[in-house]
């Protein structure tokens, strides 16, 4: 079976790819970090299997299957991989093979494997069940399910840090470095565009006022009309920060703000 492995820690992934490299029914193809990744692999290798982290930075591992049923980009056999044991019922609600916690267990890799193996073999799918459910639930609640709250990997003074995507004020991107800004720290995002940035966030809550700002519009604390019947959003950050709005995001303004 062709397989590929995505955990946002490193140890983890080699972990993964040790103990597979012993069973002969597994073929690693790939390895990935994020959601983003994960989807975008998935695609590029049509892999039988993925061992999937469920909390990821970004987009989650629930995610990654809202994005592949939306995308319509065949579905593999998902086993998750896991800390913490209370996502079980969720990992079986989206039809998973199985999941398996960490650290890692040699002979309960094997038996997820073996599991997988016969669905695999015997060509079960579960794109019919995971569209259907997407269908019901609407396509995000499997991310507010997770009892986490999605994470954003921010580089402050040498340090690796992990905030609440719901801390963030806003983003900027600038010479293709996405710096963040929360209340109590600014930033470097593991990001490489204001899109993956988006995409990995709630839509309702967050907002592209301009091509070089994502912002939070919980955190925004005023609207200054400005030039040419534009505005300026005043952000409730330390420095009180001045994001323009696009004249192309006006109207998205003022029916969000209902002006």
């Known amino acids: 079976m062709n397989t590929v492995i995505v955990d946002d820690e490193r140890p983890a992934r080699d972990e993964l790819a040790f103990l597979l490299k012993d069973l002969p029914e597994v073929n690693v193809v790939a390895q990935g970090k994020n959601g983003l990744e994960a989807v975008a692999l998935i695609k590029e290798h049509t892999p039988d299997l993925v061992f999937l982290d469920v909390q990821m930075p970004g987009l989650d591992g629930f995610g990654v299957i809202q994005k ?25 609600e989206v039809n998973a093979v199985d999941y398996v916690l960490k ?12 599991r997988a193996k016969k669905m695999v073999e015997a060509n079960s799918s579960p794109v019919q069940r995971l569209e259907t459910l997407v269908g019901q639930i609407g396509a995000s609640d499997i991310k507010r399910r997770s009892t986490a709250p999605v994470k954003l990997l921010v580089k402050s003074q040498e340090r690796m840090i992990l905030i609440d995507a719901d801390d963030m004020i806003y983003a900027s991107i600038q010479d293709g470095t996405i710096t963040i800004y929360s209340r109590e720290i600014e930033g470097v995002s593991n990001y490489r565009t204001v899109e993956e940035l988006t995409e990995s966030l709630d839509g309702d809550i967050f907002w592209r006022p301009h091509r070089s700002y994502l912002v939070n519009i919980k955190h925004i604390k005023e609207v200054v009309p400005w030039f040419k019947s534009s505005f300026m959003l005043k952000m409730n950050d330390k420095r009180a920060s001045e994001i323009p709005v696009s004249r192309t995001q006006t109207k998205r303004l003022r029916e969000l703000l209902k002006l």
């Open 103 to 114: 650290p890692f267990d040699r002979t309960r890799i094997a038996q997820a494997v073996q």
């Open 68 to 92: 592949l049923v939306e995308r319509k980009v065949p579905v593999p056999q998902i086993i998750f991989a896991t800390a913490y044991d209370h996502y079980a019922v969720q990992a079986f």
